[in-house]
């Protein structure tokens, strides 16, 4: 007796050879179709490497468009991938200057354009000098004024160009001014040339008010090696046991998480190694991760927990002077603070540096593309889940350092944001009652802000972390 197969089975097997032929067709294809091997150096070779980058770090990589030009220069190609959500990532080519965002901090200054109230007068407003600096050696100072640049007079139709002809050059010319009997006169013109600038060391004091010890510190960014290099600052404010800390980071533009998280350790009570400190989210790729205090403050290896947490103060609430140029690490400071202590912020709504990077480069062997970038890959998030604050991070007590003439010297305990400070501290003022009377020199009150330095040279700093 002859056995016949089952017509069924015959079938189910033809089909699964033909899904099995279908399928290895198109895994042969996919194969004949891979992508085309650009020359090294050639836009498309470092596009390639741009693009693979960000849909694997970029926290927007779901958004990233497929329909750009891939022979575009790599930094139209970068900025053309960024999403209208993005505000901060930046690409450059290093050694070439021209695709680095120029600031002020090359002559070593800067400075505010502004007009009058009542009117038409606009006067330059000195606010930070950097120490050993080519407008430091030039005279320049915090609170002198400014009437003119390369001989022309400041108005409110070129406030801004003005300023990016500084930017442009390689030496200028500020012409000061003074205000009298309610008009203004030029003093002396100064040079300033382009130069390099060292990193700048802190400003800090003890004042002493009302039976009160408190400790001031003014640092300008967070560079690797910061809080390690303020240990005796705070060994300092512990010896002489101060009550209560200002810390001024009025044009503090931010620079590394580590070092935030470090002078934080230094400053707030019942700190631990495992306290949680930062969470990181990213996207899909990189996930959500807590770090602790600890981690955090050591992950650039340039400090040791131990030896900060020697010089902590225990203190359970601290004063921060911001303004609108207080961004990125110096927000940290601010929002990751608030779970272990009392944040008193008096001065302007903060920048609104919510995120964080770190910086993305060639790692192959050889190296193919020589442009770096940081895009943005992380949201922030204090211990206590609080972030989001793009729009910046609002005062207790609001005021603008401008509204009183002349800016003093930064640590001076006349200066408008920290007398706030101490009148607060020493129970003279509270937070619904300012009771500092505003001065103005020669008549002038100030208006409108035209311009600020400090505020656009903010645009190319991002907190930074690590993979």
């Not at 010890?213 to 512990?238: C, E, M, P, Q």
């Not at 403050?297 to 203190?315: H, V």
Request: aromatic share 8%.
């Amino acid at each position: 007796m002859i056995k016949r197969s089952n017509p069924l089975k015959r079938t189910a097997f033809y089909s699964t050879c033909i899904i099995l032929l279908f399928l290895a067709v198109l895994s042969s294809c996919k194969k004949d179709q891979k992508r085309p091997d650009y020359p090294i150096g050639s836009n498309e070779n470092i596009n390639t490497w741009i693009l693979d980058s960000l849909k694997r770090y970029y926290y927007w990589n779901e958004q990233l468009r497929a329909d750009i030009n891939i022979s575009l220069p790599p930094k139209d190609f970068f900025n053309a991938l960024r999403t209208p959500a993005d505000r901060f990532s930046y690409i450059n080519l290093p050694g070439d200057a021209t695709t680095i965002t120029p600031a002020n901090r090359d002559f070593g200054f800067d400075y505010t354009s502004v007009s009058d109230q009542i009117s038409t007068k606009v006067i330059g407003i000195i606010k930070v000098v950097l120490k050993d600096s080519p407008a430091s050696r030039a005279g320049l100072k915090r609170g002198d004024y400014v009437g003119k640049i390369n001989g022309k007079t400041l108005t409110s139709v070129n406030a801004q160009t003005l300023q990016d002809e500084i930017l442009s050059s390689n030496r200028f010319s500020l012409t000061l001014a003074e205000p009298n009997n309610n008009t203004w006169t030029d003093t002396r013109t100064i040079e300033i040339n382009k130069g390099i600038i060292l990193d700048q060391k802190e400003i800090s004091r003890i004042i002493e008010s009302d039976g009160k010890k408190i400790g001031y510190l003014f640092f300008i960014d967070f560079n690797a090696g910061l809080a390690s290099s303020l240990t005796s600052v705070f060994n300092n404010f512990k010896t002489q046991g101060i009550s209560d800390l200002i810390l001024d980071l009025r044009y503090n533009a931010g620079g590394q998480v580590a070092e935030a998280a470090g002078i934080c350790a230094m400053i707030a009570q019942n700190i631990t190694y495992d306290k949680p400190f930062i969470t990181y989210k990213g996207n899909k790729n990189g996930g959500n991760k807590t770090e602790s205090i600890g981690i955090a403050s050591t992950f650039d290896r340039t400090a040791n927990f131990n030896t900060l947490i020697q010089q902590n103060l225990g203190l359970n609430r601290v004063y921060v002077l911001s303004t609108k140029t207080t961004a990125s690490a110096a927000e940290i400071i601010i929002n990751n603070l608030k779970p272990f202590m009392q944040v008193i912020q008096i001065g302007e709504k903060t920048r609104g540096k919510d995120e964080a990077s770190f910086r993305i480069f060639d790692t192959r062997s050889p190296k193919q593309v020589n442009w770096e970038m940081h895009p943005i890959v992380y949201k922030l998030f204090n211990a206590q889940g609080n972030g989001s604050y793009s729009d910046g991070i609002k005062p207790d007590m609001e005021i603008n350092e401008i509204n009183t003439l002349p800016l003093l010297p930064l640590g001076d305990p006349n200066d408008l944001l920290i007398q706030t400070a101490i009148n607060r501290i020493t129970g003279k003022i509270t937070k619904n009652g300012i009771g500092i009377n505003n001065a103005h020199t020669g008549g002038f009150k100030a208006g409108n802000i035209l311009m600020d330095s400090r505020l656009q040279s903010t645009q190319n700093t991002i907190a930074i972390t690590h993979k």
